[in-house]
């Protein structure tokens, strides 16, 4: 009796599968597939992240600048140093004297543009460019994804507004000036 019962164990034994070769390489080619996409994709949300993070700073520390201003009843300002540094000058150490501090975007983020801006706000907290524009608007990006950008308005009231939309209307000079040619009619 102990026989036929070893003979039935082996037989139930031999009976049942297990995996074999083929499924388990397809699953390994899917795991695979999954991680690599997985993997692309985090890389890219980084880089995302990274020029959130720098500009989110830059924001701050041109709000700061403006309320600085405004606090000293002087002036302060954001210098573009290259397209990657920029420079603060203001009050940090609350003295009432205006020092300069340095600062750099994450690795991998830059200005868009070669123009390098600079935004400097008055005694009210407005901004005083060089142009005379109403807004001065420049984009930080992604080296490694130029359409991952931000754009960053600062506005003559000295706003400033982080956009992930690139501007549809060009920055038009204000001009506040009135025509005095005879095409103007008065009633």
């Not at 026989?3 to 039935?8: D, E, G, H, K, L």
């Not at 709000?63 to 600085?68: F, L, S, T």
């Not at 931000?150 to 308005?153: A, C, E, F, G, K």
């Not at 005879?182 to 009633?187: I, L």
């Given at each position: 009796m102990e026989?036929?019962?070893?003979?039935?164990t082996t037989r139930k034994l031999s009976g049942q599968r297990g995996i074999g070769l083929p499924e388990l390489l397809i699953a390994v080619a899917i795991i695979t597939a999954v991680a690599a996409v997985a993997l692309i994709n985090l890389k890219s949300a980084r880089a995302s992240l990274r020029v959130q993070n720098s500009v989110r700073q830059l924001a701050s520390y041109m709000?700061?600048?403006?309320?600085?201003a405004v606090r000293r009843h002087s002036s302060s300002s954001v210098t573009f140093t290259s397209p990657t540094s920029y420079t603060v000058r203001m009050d940090f150490q609350n003295t009432g004297t205006p020092i300069d501090r340095s600062f750099t975007f994450d690795s991998g983020v830059q200005l868009a543009s070669?123009?390098?801006?600079?935004?400097?706000f008055n005694w009210r907290g407005r901004t005083v460019t060089a142009g005379a524009s109403c807004v001065t608007t420049f984009s930080v990006k992604n080296n490694s994804n130029p359409d991952d950008g931000?754009?960053?308005?600062v506005s003559g009231s000295g706003d400033v507004t982080v956009e992930?939309?690139?501007p549809t209307l060009p920055n038009?000079?204000?001009n506040n000036s009135v025509s005095t040619s005879?095409?103007?009619?008065?009633?």
């Open positions: 026989v036929q019962n070893t003979i039935r709000e700061k600048a403006r309320i600085d070669s123009e390098l801006p600079v935004v400097n931000l754009n960053v308005d992930n939309k690139h038009v000079p204000y005879s095409a103007v009619r008065t009633t």
